[in-house]
């Protein structure tokens, strides 16, 4: 009896089916299963039912991808429809600077997805008020479309400029802005803004009154030093004598008067133009370029 029993047994657990090991690639569903990309790890909650959101379609994008690419695109959609589009940047982002070799190999094929993730992921992004990742998303989706004029890219590059508090900073992103967008007007006026002394045409204003001082100076002594000369050598009437000592006088205090402005204006001007030039480089922020300039 207790042979029969244990032949039963082992013939159960012949039949039964090998346990699955874990596989380091699994697509994503809404149970939040991990994806392994390249090397890469990613991890999030279940996408609820009720939250799910019309996003781009990628399968026609995303065509001949492999399956480990493929989900990881996957996972970036899901977070961007849970309304994360920081994830959903950073995860995309991620795919495109894999060091795994067969990731790169198929970056052509990964460029039209991650590209219309990264402008939903921005545009969002900016609707939220975060322009950092905005810019970062929509400057990396401008690189991988080659560069084509983009004004959505240009703003959100203008917004982020608007409150970096570092000059050449601010700088940088102006020329990108104008460069992703070169017929917009506030990017070229960011540029000139920043690029040029504010203080030019007061300094200017302040050379020119200097010229015209020291010339005026000049006449003034010339005036000054006729009137004394005629007073000097020859003799005159009370009348006469005190009309050239007025005229004298007027010239004497005018010529001080026009070198004053003259000296001043020149010294104002030259402050101005130096201490008004900018003392900055164009520097790029340290999250961007998100994506290296040749792709």
Not at 64 to 82: E, I, K, T, V, W
Request: proline letters at 7%; one cysteine or more; charged letters at 20%.
């Amino acid at each position: 009896m207790y042979l029969f029993l244990a032949t039963l047994i082992s013939l159960a657990s012949a039949a039964a089916p090998p346990a699955r090991s874990p596989s380091t690639t699994q697509t994503l569903g809404t149970t939040g299963d991990s994806i392994g990309v390249g090397g890469l790890g990613f991890r999030g909650p279940p996408l609820p039912a009720s939250r799910k959101p019309a996003l781009p379609k990628l399968e026609d994008a995303g065509s001949g991808l492999d399956s480990d690419l493929a989900a990881g695109l996957d996972f970036a959609q899901s977070r961007l429809g849970q309304g994360d589009p920081a994830a959903a940047i950073q995860t995309v982002l991620k795919l495109q600077l894999s060091e795994d070799r067969f990731s790169k190999a198929q970056l052509p094929l990964l460029a039209e997805p991650s590209k219309l993730l990264l402008r939903d992921a921005g545009k969002l992004a900016s609707q939220r008020g975060r322009v950092e990742d905005a810019a970062i998303a929509l400057d990396a989706a401008w690189v991988l479309d080659g560069k084509k004029s983009d004004p959505e890219a240009s703003k959100a590059l203008l917004a982020l400029a608007d409150k970096t508090a570092d000059k050449g900073e601010a700088l940088w992103l102006a020329r990108r802005a104008a460069a992703a967008d070169p017929l917009s007007r506030p990017a070229a006026e960011a540029d000139r803004r920043l690029s040029e002394n504010p203080y030019a045409l007061p300094g200017q204003v302040l050379l020119c009154a200097s010229v015209a001082g020291l010339v005026g100076g000049i006449l003034f002594a010339a005036v000054s030093k006729s009137a004394n000369t005629e007073l000097t050598s020859t003799r005159h009437s009370r009348e006469e004598a005190d009309a050239l000592m007025a005229r004298r006088s007027l010239g004497y205090y005018g010529a001080y008067a026009g070198f004053a402005i003259g000296i001043g204006g020149y010294l104002g001007g030259e402050g101005l133009l130096s201490l008004g030039h900018p003392n900055y480089a164009p520097k790029s922020p340290a999250a961007l370029p998100a994506l290296p300039e040749a792709r």
